[in-house]
């Protein structure tokens, strides 16, 4: 095999702290960085660090981050030789990696028509049930009628769950919990799937009451070498947006773990799957249930980070460019025990957005403590996107030991001006249940209830 060499210069297709995570990623392997950004992101950090910066629209997504064309002519003119998509916006669309790749320019991630294959959560589901993998008991496919609906119900029983076929984010799912509501619970679904993500189509499966949200982390090459490092659990939800998550989960037996990598691998494997990718979960009574593929980096990527000491960005960079894997599943440990709290600028028992001007940020610091974060003093959170702003990132040798880290470092952490769901994250700390590992996805919301 000819050497494979690593890229010159990549763009970096996203913004905030994704963005930010990638730069620094570049950096250590001596790549170039061009950071795009719209008009209200042109002080963000990783246009202030990045070696070029491109402004390729104004604020609304669909003219900046989601525009193809301008982002294709950023790569053009600043001559970059790959992409990263990061997370969101453009990770999971086939047609840009399509359009890029046609252009000669590298996609970082995976094949269009993987990413094709997991965007349809029908054929996702169809694809795994064939490579073996366990299911939620559901529809075979899109479910059009009422009737359709009633009929596949008096199989699988309810509560149900009605959810869109491209769906993303939480949205456009609806649970019936009789046959009474199941129209009204179709109609909604429906009529959100269309609303955000322009097809309607939607399918539908058995509602677990109390399961744990349970995810893989893989990687792969483009030589057939497979590897999964482990799981997360990121149970601890409000809306289905994860907020607090776990590597590993307190909630699993060695055996159960083992068992679901070695699935996951021969999967994933099978498929010819390559890059990063995340397969998640449903876990109760002792059995799991595949929901969907993630064909990108996640947002809690750094907890599993911190317990196998790998670097997945730098690791997703390598495939792209065509260089295997130097290291296989034996190689890899798990080791200690990471959390991440998702710091959102939001009222922490309201959860209304809170844009506006940063008057104070210090953050913590010390053993096992990671921040990701794009935030400064006299930064503007923008109210157009995401309200994600930071991410605590804690290391621990016992988990107990990383709550207790949690806790400590988010007393340290200081954000003022803008309102964040850090005094939720100390409550959690604090919570006997959390402290136990006994939750399940369903817990947050209900507390919250009170
Ligand atoms: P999205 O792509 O919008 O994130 P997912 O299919 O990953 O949608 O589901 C998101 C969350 O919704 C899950 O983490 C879980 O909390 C809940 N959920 C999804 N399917 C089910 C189900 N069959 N039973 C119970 N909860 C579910």
Redesign the pocket.
């Given at each position: 095999m000819t050497e494979k060499k690593l890229f010159k210069k990549v763009l970096i297709a996203n913004r905030g702290e994704v963005a930010l995570r990638i730069l620094r990623a570049c950096r250590e392997m001596g790549i170039k960085t061009v950071a795009i950004h719209s008009t209200a992101d042109a002080d963000s950090m990783h246009v202030r660090l990045a070696d070029e910066s491109v402004c390729i629209g104004p604020a609304p997504s669909r003219d900046s981050y989601l525009n193809m064309p301008a982002i294709l002519s950023a790569a053009d003119i600043t001559g970059a030789d790959a992409i990263h998509p990061g997370v969101g916006f453009l990770s999971e669309n086939a047609t840009f990696a399509r359009m890029i790749e046609e252009h000669g320019i590298t996609f970082i991630g995976p094949t269009p028509e993987h990413i094709e294959m997991m965007g349809d959560?029908i054929t996702a589901k169809k694809t795994m049930i064939d490579l073996g993998v366990p299911v939620?008991p559901g529809s075979d496919g899109g479910v059009d009628t009422d009737e359709e609906a009633l009929e596949i119900s008096t199989s699988i029983g309810y509560p149900m769950?009605i959810?869109a076929t491209s769906?993303?984010?939480?949205?456009g799912?609806k649970v019936a919990n009789n046959a009474e509501e199941l129209p009204q619970a179709l109609r909604l679904a429906r009529a959100e799937a269309k609303a955000n993500f322009g097809n309607d189509q939607v399918y539908m499966?058995?509602?677990?009451r109390k399961?744990r949200?349970i995810e893989v982390q893989v990687l792969a090459d483009m030589y057939g070498n497979a590897v999964h490092l482990g799981e997360r659990d990121?149970s601890i939800?409000r809306r289905?947006q994860k907020i607090w998550e776990e590597a590993p989960s307190p909630g699993l037996k060695q055996e159960e773990r083992e068992k679901l990598g070695k699935i996951v691998t021969k999967a994933i494997a099978k498929l010819g799957y390559r890059g990063v990718g995340t397969l998640?979960f449903?876990y109760e009574g002792g059995e799991f249930f595949f929901?969907?593929m993630n064909t990108r980096l996640q947002v809690e990527h750094p907890i599993t980070e911190m317990v196998t000491g790998i670097d997945l960005v730098k690791e997703q960079i390598k495939i792209a460019a065509g260089i295997p894997l130097d290291f296989k599943q034996e190689d890899i440990e798990i080791k200690g025990h990471a959390i991440e709290c998702r710091i959102n600028a939001e009222n922490a028992t309201t959860f209304i957005p809170s844009p506006g001007l940063v008057t104070r940020y210090h953050t913590p610091g010390g053993w096992g403590v990671r921040i990701d974060s794009h935030l400064y003093q006299g930064y503007k959170v923008p109210p157009y996107y995401d309200s994600l702003i930071a991410k605590l990132v804690v290391y621990g040798h016992t988990r107990a030991e990383c709550i207790k880290r949690v806790e400590r470092a988010l007393h340290e952490f200081v954000i003022e001006g803008v309102e964040t769901i850090i005094p939720l994250h100390q409550k959690l700390a604090l919570e006997p249940d959390i402290q136990s590992g006994n939750y399940d996805?369903h817990w947050l919301e209900k507390k919250l209830k009170g």
């Open positions: 959560k939620v769950i959810k769906g993303g984010g939480g949205k799912m499966e058995r509602y677990l399961p949200h990121c939800q289905h998640e449903l929901m969907e996805i």
